[in-house]
């Protein structure tokens, strides 16, 4: 796979948190052009409450706002990020995005039909089209099946499919060597789980992926040929990519377009190379302010800095 490559320096002699990528020399594939057509996913004011059990025998049930109104569309093609900490939303609006959960409000389409509060035998469309690569590889994976099963299992009643011959292209995609197809999960490492993880994932050649923090339960060594190998099969089997993290940096290289969370709420959402460049929100300039740098480090900084960067961007 790719090796993890030195961030070029940023005009003027300025330190640049996150290098955009720089053509076939960056390890990742060209952004593409997504023109101005029908967005393949549509969100519009969605909203999502979850309500917790009483507090007193007759008080009210307290409420959760976990989704305050978010809209954005999605076109056919696009790779679109996802960033926020911990609480800000993310999960939950995947959750919704994938059919797990229904919307307390709003709207969710999917090439134009409805995914938002279907019951799930008017959800295969969806299950055939849209599919999750989790965080932690090792719980998702069965461990009581061979790979070739888990990669198979997708597949499941499917017709006029040469299973056999799915599971090893997939396998020979994700750079594992065809003896894999008998192992169990436990006797690969994180980042070979996490490659198993894709491969079920792309077995029912879905058009859309959702990759939620995919390297973020993985070594920092095999992060960047993950991500790597994520921009590659995007590139080649034309996905529609949604990536979720909380490091602003990992979304700025793999993603053309960044929604940043926050509160429940998309508060900034356009251009990745612009808003890690320049900021509008100052939720955003948080972020931004909070990325620990090589340059920073020989110079002596320490999260204590950056703690205090973050105060000082907020007094900003």
Known sequence: MTSDH???????????HFPAPTGPESGFPALPDHGTGEPLIRVRDLQRIYRRPRATLFGPRPEVHALR????????????????????GKSTLIRLLAGL??????????GGRDVGGQPERRLRFLREQLQVVFQDPMGSLDPRMRVRDIVAEPLAGAT?????????????????????????????SGGQRQRISIARALSPRPSVLVADEPVSALDVSVRAQILNLLADLVDAYSLTLVFVSHDLAVVRHVCDTVAVMHDGEIVELGDAARIADAPEHPYTRRLVAAVPTI????????????ARGHLEVEKS
């Open 160 to 188: 006029g499919v040469d299973v056999p011959a799915r599971v090893r292209e997939l396998l020979d995609a994700v750079g594992l060597p065809p003896d894999a197809a008998g192992r169990y999960p436990h006797q690969f």
């Open 69 to 88: 109104g978010v809209s954005f569309d999605i076109a056919a093609g696009q790779r679109f990020g996802i960033v926020g900490e911990s609480g800000s």
């Open 101 to 110: 959960d229904s919307p307390t409000a709003g709207t969710i389409t999917l």
């Open 6 to 16: 030195a961030p070029p320096s940023a005009p003027g002699g300025q330190e640049s």
């Open 295 to 306: 340059r920073g480090a020989l110079a002596g900084r320490t999260a204590a800095d950056l």
